[in-house]
């Protein structure tokens, strides 16, 4: 984009107005985060954007910033910078709400300054058994239990019904 001034120019008693223009690096034009999503891990959260355009064509990269705080972000310094339109951001505490803004800067470091801020929590996932911390994927129709889960629960009641018997033959 190119932006003008006005310079007041005097030679020798004439005042001219000249306008001036020059050409200033221009930020790309983006719309931020448009996702945070819990990745079941319990550690960390996958962060999504659309692509932004930088209007002078030079290339762009995007920006992660994290807070635990809204409004608490410090852009001197982001969690992670990508040229890809997604990210997993890591090492998180579980069940910490995190609060994200990104911002895409292109190749001469003219940043945008948006602040659409999503936030998201890490969780465990829904399915998640009470020993060793084995954690079962989803598969199958939403709001249907996995198979595998389900296959693991008739297999753990059959090994306690038989435990239970053994034991009880045992002390008879």
């Not at 006005?6 to 020798?12: D, K, R, T």
């Not at 129709?141 to 435990?163: H, K, W, Y």
Request: contains cysteine.
């Amino acid at each position: 984009m190119i932006s003008r001034s006005i310079v007041w120019l005097s030679f020798i008693g004439v005042t001219l107005l000249a306008c001036v223009a020059s050409a200033q690096n221009q930020p790309p034009q983006f719309g931020g985060v448009t996702s945070v999503e819990n990745t079941g891990t319990g550690f960390s959260l996958l962060v999504r954007w659309n692509a932004a355009t930088d209007l002078e064509g030079d290339g762009v990269s995007y920006r992660v910033y994290v807070s635990t705080e809204p409004g608490q972000f410090k852009f001197g310094g982001p969690h992670l910078i990508t040229d890809q339109l997604q990210a997993t951001i890591e090492g998180l505490t579980t069940g910490t709400t995190y609060y994200v803004v990104v911002r895409a800067v292109d190749s001469q470091g003219a940043e945008e300054t948006n602040f659409e801020i999503l936030s998201g929590k890490p969780d465990a996932g829904p399915y998640r058994t009470g020993f060793s911390g084995c954690q079962l994927s989803r598969s199958g129709a939403p709001g249907e239990p996995p198979l595998a889960a389900l296959l693991l629960v008739a297999f753990l009641v059959a090994v306690s019904r038989r435990t239970l018997r053994t034991s009880a033959t045992r002390h008879r």
